[in-house]
């Protein structure tokens, strides 16, 4: 693992090892799971694209993929709970087992509103599974069905997570220093 040396970073949360191991184990459930399905990963542009390509490449079942994107004031220090779509999906999820990919799932905002919108549509079943889940900041109550990690209530970036868009790509998860989370 290449030490972090970006100022932004206070610690490692999860290496890039952990995050590779657990995203093993959470596709051996998901293959399963959908083992005779239809499955279709619909991925939440941009943060979740990395977490949603390790994942995919790891079932060992067919699925489809499709990806939206939101306009979201929910972030972890705005007033939550106005969510729209901003580019929605290329295909129907009509008769499909539709599993959301979420990087993470804070208030819960976002992903009550993107199932709800997602079984309004006709699919066979929809399901949500989120690389880093943080109950603690939780106001809206949702099940939860695929989950790698729970964090604690800090401010985290990497494996697809930004702060003002950046550190996406970083290939672990880290705390942002409080100094840069206001
Ligand atoms: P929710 O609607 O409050 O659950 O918000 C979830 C969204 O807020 C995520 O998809 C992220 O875009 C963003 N978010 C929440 N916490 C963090 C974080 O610690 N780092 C980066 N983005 C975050
Ligand atoms: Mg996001």
Known sequence: MKVPSAPAIERVLF???EIRDRIRQVAAEISGRYRNGNLKMIGVLKGSIFFLTALAR???IPVKIDMLAISSFSNHSGAPGVVRIAKDLDDSVEGEDVLLVEDIV???FTARYLLQT??????NSVGLCTLL???ARRIVPLEIDFKCFEIPDRF???FGLDYKQLYRNLSYIAV???DRNS
């Not at 997602?118 to 699919?123: D, T």
Request: aromatic fraction near 0%.
């Open 106 to 108: 804070d208030t819960g």
């Open 176 to 178: 942002l220093k409080p």
């Open 156 to 158: 985290v970036i990497g």
């Open 15 to 17: 290496s890039e090892e």
């Open 58 to 60: 790891e079932l060992s």
């Open 118 to 123: 997602l079984a309004g549509r006709g699919p």
């Open 133 to 135: 889940d943080r109950s």
